[in-house]
Structures are given as C-alpha cells and as structure tokens.
DNA sequence: GGACCCTTGTGTACGATGTCCACATTCGGG
DNA sequence: CCCGAATGTGGACATCGTACACAAGGGTCC
C-alpha cells in the first residue's frame, strides 16, 4: 500500500501527537539486527523489574517494530526470556572474573588460590546486589521446563559454574583442600552462597546496608571455607 | 431480573452445552466463605504450576463465583498471592515441625539437639522437593514489594525462622555450638540450606533422584555444622 | 416487623498481553 | 532478472487484571 519511504514518513509524523510510546524511527524494512536487538531490550527490561517484566510486546515497541516481528528470532516468549537469561547469566560470569582480576597479588600459591575462590563468591553476591532484576533473570527458570537445562552461558571464559570448578580446582592443587574433600564441593558452595543471595534479595535479609551485606557474605564463605 | 431460585437454576442447565468450565454450583447469593476458599483455590492453583499459576481469574471460577467477587476479598492479585504464600509457609514450617516429631528417641542431650536441627533442615528440603510449586509460592516476592515483609506465616508452632532459631538455641544450651558462633547463625544456615533447595528445584541439580537428593542435602547440612 | 445501610456478589467494559494467520516487503542466488 | 526464503506488518482472538455501576442479602435500630 504504501512505498517505503512513505511508510517511514507515517511512522515518524510531524504532527505532536499525544502518543508517542517510544521511537519507531527505523529507515529500512529490515531491522537488521532484531533478535540482538530483542535480547537488549530484554536485558534492559529485566535489569528493572525482573524476568517478569521482560514483555515481548514492550521489548519490540524498545525496537521499533511490531509485536509479530519477535516471532521470527523466537519461537515465543519464553524463548525470548530464555536468551535474556542466557545473557544475564554472562554477565554473572564476568563480574565474577573482574572480581578475580582486582585481586591484589598475593605471595603465598595456598594463599591466592583462597582469595580466588572467595573473589567468586564475592563476585556473584555483588551481582545480586547491584543487578537484583538481571541476577533474578538469569536463574529464572519457566514453568513449563521447555527451555531448560539444555544449553549453558557462556562468559568470556566460561560459565559461573565453570569458574568456581576451576578455583575449587585450585584449592585442591596448592593443598588448601583436602582431595577427597572436592568431589561434590561446588554444589555445597554454590548452595550456601546462592542461598545468601536470595535472602539479600528477596528474604527476610532484603533491604540490607550494603556494608552489612557485604559482612553477611564474608561469614558465609568463612563458613564453607571451613565447612567444605 | 433474577429471583435467587431462577438465578441458582440458570446457573445449572441441564442443557449438555460444550462450555462447562466448571461447577458454578450455589445454593446461595453469599457464599459464606468466599476469602478462604480464594486462598485454597489459590494453593492449589500454585501447588500445581507455582507463584505465576495462582490466576485470579481461575480462583474465582474454582469458588464459582464471578472474578471481580475477589476484589470484596483481596486488593488486588497481589494480596492474593501473598496469602496463599502465608499458607505454603505455614506448611513449610509444619513440615518440618513432623520431620522433628518423626525422631528416634535420643539418650544423648547434645545428640538430640543436634538431630533436631538437623530435622530442620531436612523438612525444609523435604517440602522443596515434594511441593515445588508451593515452595517457590512460599518464598514468592512481588516485583513491587508492595506485600513485603510486613507479616509472617505461623505454622502450629512458629515461622520457620523460628524453629531454626529453637534449634540453634538448642545447639548452643547443649553445648554443641559456641556461644560466640550463635549470632546471625539462622542466616548461614538458611543460605545454604535454601540454595540447595533452589539448586534442586529448578536449578542445575533439577530432576536429581530423590536418593540423591536427599544425600545432597545430608552433605549440605554436614557443612552447615562444619562451618557454623 | 419494617426501613435503612453496609457487605458481598454480578455485569459490563477497557486496556494489555501472548499468539495465530494471512499478507507485504526485501534480499540473495539461480 | 526473477523467484523463493527470510523478515516485518496488520488484524484478530482468548485471557488476564481491574475499574465502575448496580443488585441482592443480612444485620440493626426504631
């Protein structure tokens, strides 16, 4: 009905109208680079109010483009949500490694491979707490299953998972665990301090002085250190 | 329009139509109990499907009333939520309440203590596994906070907060806890014992044998002791 | 016992959302 | 250059939460 370019001057008028929900200044058909673009908005979304915030319908209005579009780079929304989490699950993982590398660097090999391990849990617990909507999103899992369990995120190096493996690994290497001590041992870590994340969050620990959380999350990982 | 019999006959053709959502059987206008049987509907609505099952609309149908007869009730879907998490607390704290009752009988005063905390943890995780979707209703927090933290759900005896507290009270009279390691205990141990909770829900461990599970949890708990 | 009013349930309606279907536009290869 | 596959649009529908006005019933005071 309309030739490009008059469809783009319709869908940008002149006219201030009172509705304008957000920009859908696009100069081609094509987007280009929609499903990114989807995964974006829906990063951005779920950064502020969670994975239940993460609407297909407002993600496309964030592109500029009609709410059908999604459906040609997801099979649904779940699936959209599903990549958000992927994405947010990345950005966990690099905390996590930036927290590694401010370490100061330590003399003692025992000794800097317990600050390795503990910047991991330091690292996911300062993700929960400056990105509560991102940290909820990515351990979002939906009811259905559809999506779940099939695929991991991958960081720059590699997944959370992968990360505090790789430091338990090297508490086993300069002895500062026991070897029959390993097996097993990321899910003990993983639990307590996931744990602790969820009641900074959302538990009885929510609204907690960031100085005092901070403290919380030292004495749990003091007691896996001990514990483990 | 209506007198109360018409109304009540109408409702209950005996015309075969194909749309018989479900029983909108009433012998009265009033129901009498409309509030607890929306928050019955509701646990059973979240029991099977979680936080996000728990359907205003579907509450309503289940009561066999009208939708908006909710609102007479509650403020909004949000405060029906909130206390159908108060009664999956509650049942969480029962849980684990039957799990302390179902203990051997100990000689040992310090055994005893530390079996009951132990009974704790494993009816919290008990209850994780055999009601998923309650369990994640339970600890279900609205994006907007606007229901947080206000009130807790009792159970027969106390929140769940409360029994661990007991139970690490106990530890400590029996002397199987320092007293010096006694503050902020609680939350060290509902970390980790809630992470491993979340872990196996819907967590990476999801859909681990109940055998196994259950071990996790005995691992879990022995660090918990550990490294309180 | 009857008139009044507060509580509780009904009817109707609106906007938002996820998703389906048919159609339009564009791009990349033969 | 033309055609099919990929991508975006338009329109529609069921469902959901919720607001507003109205009806029915129960309790209370005269």
């Known amino acids: 009905m309309l030739s490009t370019l008059e469809w783009v001057m319709a869908a940008a008028p002149d006219t201030d109208e009172p509705k304008r929900p957000t920009r859908p200044t696009r100069s081609t058909y094509r987007h280009g680079d929609l499903r990114n673009a989807l995964i974006k908005a829906?990063?951005?979304?779920?950064?502020?109010g969670g994975p239940e915030a993460v609407v297909l319908r407002a993600a496309t209005r964030h592109a500029g483009v009609v709410p059908n579009a999604a459906y040609r780079h997801f099979a649904d929304r779940g699936a959209l949500l599903h990549a958000v989490s992927q994405a947010a699950m990345a950005r966990v993982a690099r905390t996590m490694e930036a927290e590694q590398a401010a370490l100061p660097p330590a003399t003692d090999a025992k000794e800097a491979a317990r600050a390795r391990f503990r910047a991991v849990g330091t690292g996911y617990l300062r993700f929960a707490q400056e990105?509560?909507?991102?940290?909820?999103?990515?351990?979002?899992?939906?009811?259905?299953?559809?999506?779940?369990?099939?695929?991991d995120a991958a960081g720059s190096g590699g997944t959370p998972f992968e990360l505090l493996g790789a430091a338990l690994d090297d508490l086993v290497e300069t002895g500062a665990l026991p070897e029959d001590r390993r097996p097993g041992a990321e899910f003990l870590a993983w639990s307590a301090v996931h744990g602790l994340a969820v009641l900074l969050i959302d538990g009885p620990l929510r609204g907690l002085h960031p100085t005092q959380a901070h403290d919380a999350g030292r004495h749990v990982i003091d007691m896996i250190e001990r514990g483990i």
């Open 42 to 48: 829906g990063v951005e979304l779920a950064r502020e």
């Open 131 to 151: 990105e509560p909507g991102l940290f909820r999103a990515a351990f979002h899992v939906p009811g259905d299953m559809s999506h779940a369990a099939d695929d």
